[in-house]
């Protein structure tokens, strides 16, 4: 028992629990990283970061079995023989979709952090006063002030690259240098910037570093971030949170480990440890510590919650609010506008730049008002077209070869990602009669999105036409391809920060209400989802409620 | 790729009717379980295509995408691309339609020509693959999604596909820097210079 005792447990080692390790372990807490999946070396196992485009046999696309054995991967863009190692095994670990949701899951060492993407915005306090002003929901507990120092925080350990703008409803941060907008966009802001008084469009806000910083070498214009990236340019477990919490000495990692439980102790109200599955030896492991940080993504770590404590609670730790599983958020996008831009033949750009274009909410802000609530911003970014354009009156043969060996013309697009509400009917629970490959439950998802996002999207696309259009593109068409709860990949709210243990599953620490030693601090804990991009947010989160947690320790409040 | 690219890339190429499209659309069958099909991979010593079909095929690229003043599709051996493509990735109705494409482009050939493509001049090839193209554009152009694809159309695909993504093409007819060290947003550009091969 003494040998599987520590100060502190993290459980996952995604983008959050790798930097509640590093916080734990650098104030000198003992602390073990608990991963379900398999271990991912920084660098060594990157096995495809330094490929040519040529030496991947189908050149990046996807084979029939590939698609038999990802059938959810396969919905979007992410099924992709050059990363498919990073995406969860679909067969060994299934879920129920009451309702059509798109679940992309990364089951290893550094989880979605290695193929996420990247882009990191503060919100606002239009965004924290949102659910009050707007009489929905739950007040968030915390607002702009609580968090802005911890944004400060991830973000000079992180490395964000962005340009300060000076927008109240996207607040500047502490900015490595930004990354440059080519010649086309520039022009496209400047028309935006004289046709709207409240529309922007900035370069995007994006975990790669434009200088050298701790050890990590600065973005070398690659752009295969999602392949793991040699020269540690992009924030992850492996570039960033891992190195530093294993350079204090008090960092335990430990793959394979399924956590199925917290221990709850009824006496002293309390989490006492987890119960570990090891996903290789299925052999269970209990292991104890003062303090747990829950990690594992929104859905799992509500899973593990429901699992925890049932003898007490029947749905699970956090349940007694009525609220776990509940309030499941995302940003519903795949919807957007495109055109060409004439002109400009002779510019062109070097180096393949791992970021875009940012467009920040504009919508229901300083005194506009739709028929719908809350907002969206776009991302998008302008280039020439490459070979797999058509060409006019040809059809093949040496000329039309020699045509495609050029840069065709300027196109741009904008895609929006919209806010969605915190519906208390959008619920993720357990279907005891499925079971994983583990023989543990898994979950079923009931979620959709409501006539609140609906009758945004039409905005999305029609805004998206119209700025274009205004700022002077050509053959504008718009989309609107459809789109799924979780597609987004920013799963939110199963278990939501709140003022009150009635109504939510954390307080204002993210300490669960139920049990205070206990602290979840990814996207589980989201309130509601605003509609940037949410992992800074989870990252400044989770370092507050670490020093949150290490003075309660000191005071021995947990 | 990062994902706001590769986002942007499926709506530009689900917006247009770009070649390489179906490539990026390929849906869903029901293929051999992996345990299934490493044992009949073991028993399968015949290859997808033999060697004729693939220098045949290698032949039939040559003329969508000949040497110019840069190397065409039979240097950078589009034949065995399409070979591993057909196998790997077509469905098993889409397999059959490109073997069968074949044969029915022979026999296209005999019939205009009363002999085999193989026998063609260039020019006879050029007309030929003309006459084919328009065909698959008029039928792709009014088919159905459900409908079945043309064999034209998916060799004309993946052999653009297979050209411009492999070696050759890459660094000879696009220019490739691995490592480019550096973004500039607006660099001058005279017409006649090549394209990045990736973005």
């Known amino acids: 028992m003494e040998k599987n005792t520590y100060d502190a447990i993290v459980i996952g080692s995604g983008i959050s629990g790798g930097m509640a390790a590093k916080e734990l372990t650098e104030k000198g807490l003992k602390t073990i990283m608990l991963e379900r999946g398999r271990n991912v070396e920084h660098i060594k196992d990157y096995v495809n ?18 698609i038999a054995d990802y059938p959810v991967l396969g919905r979007d863009y992410t099924l992709n023989e050059s990363n498919l190692d990073f995406w969860v095994n679909e067969k060994e670990s299934p879920y129920v979709e009451v309702k059509p949701f798109d679940w992309f899951r990364g089951y290893q060492v550094g989880g979605r952090s290695l193929m996420w993407g990247r882009q990191s915005y503060r919100w606002s306090d239009y965004d924290f006063e949102a659910n009050a002003k707007d009489g929905i929901a739950v007040d968030w507990p915390i607002r702009y002030k609580d968090l802005a120092p911890w944004y400060s925080h991830a973000e000079k350990f992180a490395g964000i690259s962005g340009n300060r703008d000076g927008l109240p409803q996207l607040p500047d941060g502490d900015f490595m240098p930004p990354m440059e907008m080519n010649c086309v966009e520039k022009d496209v802001a400047a028309r935006i910037k004289k046709n709207y008084k409240d529309r922007h469009m900035v370069i995007g806000r994006t975990a790669n570093i434009t200088k050298p910083h701790h050890n990590r070498t600065n973005c070398q214009y690659r752009n295969k971030c999602w392949l793991g990236c ?50 290789e030896t299925n052999q269970t492991y209990e292991y104890y510590a003062k303090i747990i940080f829950l990690n594992a993504s929104a859905l799992n770590s509500a899973w593990v ?9 029947p749905d699970g730790l956090g349940s007694s609010s009525g609220e776990l599983g509940h309030n499941v958020m995302d940003h519903h996008f795949r919807v957007g506008a495109h055109g060409e831009m004439p002109g400009y033949e002779d510019k062109y750009v070097y180096g393949r730049r791992a970021n875009g274009i940012y467009v ?104 998206a036409q119209e700025m274009l259009e205004k700022a002077g593109l050509k053959n504008v068409k718009t989309y609107n391809n459809g789109y799924n709860m979780g597609g987004g990949i920013h799963e939110m709210g199963t278990a939501r920060m709140g003022r009150d243990p009635k109504t939510s599953v954390l307080n204002q620490y993210n300490q669960v209400w139920d049990a205070p030693n206990v602290y979840v601090t990814d996207g589980a804990a989201m309130t509601s989802a605003a509609c940037q991009n949410p992992s800074l947010t989870y990252l400044a989160l989770t370092a507050r409620a670490v020093d949150h947690a290490v003075s309660e320790l000191k005071k021995q409040n947990v | 790729m990062n994902r706001r690219d590769a986002l942007t890339r499926v709506a530009l190429i689900m917006g247009g009717t770009i070649i390489g499209g179906d490539y990026f659309l390929t849906s869903c069958s029901s293929p051999e379980s992996k345990e299934e099909k490493k044992t009949t991979a073991k028993k399968q010593e015949k290859p997808f295509l033999s060697q004729d079909q ?49 044969t029915q482009l022979e026999q296209a050939s005999q019939k205009k020509n009363g002999k085999g493509f193989l026998e063609l001049d260039p020019a006879q090839r050029t007309a030929l693959l003309t006459a084919l193209d328009a065909e698959q554009k008029q039928y792709s152009q009014t088919k159905t999604r ?24 890459s660094t ?28």
């Not at chain 1, 991947?56 to 590939?66: A, I, N």
């Not at chain 1, 919650?305 to 609670?313: I, P, R």
Request: hydrophobic share 35%; aromatic share 10%.
């Open chain 1, 360 to 463: 920040p909410r504009f919508r229901n802000l300083f005194g506009d008002k739709r028929d719908y609530i809350r907002g969206f911003g776009y991302q998008g970014g302008a280039g020439r077209e490459g070979w797999s354009r058509e060409i006019a009156e040809m059809s093949f043969g040496g000329e039309f070869k020699d045509a495609l060996t050029e840069p065709g013309q300027w196109t741009m697009g904008l895609g929006a990602f919209g806010e969605t509400l915190p519906y208390h009917d959008n619920r993720i629970f357990l279907d005891k009669t499925k079971k994983d490959k583990w023989g543990l439950p898994v979950l079923a998802m009931d979620a959709h999105i409501r006539e609140n996002e609906q009758k945004m999207r039409i905005d999305m696309m029609q805004d």
């Open chain 2, 146 to 169: 459900e409908a079945p694809n043309h064999y034209f159309r998916m060799i004309k695909e993946l052999t653009l596909l297979g050209y411009f993504t492999s070696e050759v093409g």
């Open chain 1, 305 to 313: 919650l429901m699992n925890s404590a049932t003898d007490v609670w």
């Open chain 1, 230 to 279: 040699p020269f540690g340019a992009y924030f992850s477990t492996q570039s960033a949170t891992l190195p530093a919490a294993v350079a204090t000495g008090n960092l335990t990692l430990r793959p394979h480990s399924i956590v199925t439980r917290i221990l709850y102790d009824k006496d002293t109200k309390r989490a006492k440890g987890v119960e570990v599955l090891d996903a």
């Open chain 2, 172 to 199: 000879k007819a696009l220019r490739y820097v691995p490592v480019p060290g550096k973004y500039d947003g607006c660099v001058p550009y005279k017409k006649g210079d090549r394209a990045w091969a990736t973005t």
């Open chain 1, 49 to 66: 970061a330094n490929k040519d485009p040529w030496e991947l046999p189908h050149r990046g696309g996807k084979t029939q079995q590939m």
């Open chain 2, 54 to 102: 693939v220098a045949y095929l290698n032949e039939v690229g040559e003329t969508i995408l000949p040497t110019t003043k840069t190397p065409g599709a039979k240097a950078a051996d589009v034949g065995s691309f399409m070979a591993v493509m057909v196998k790997d990735c077509y469905k098993p109705a889409d397999q059959q339609i490109f073997l069968k494409g074949l």
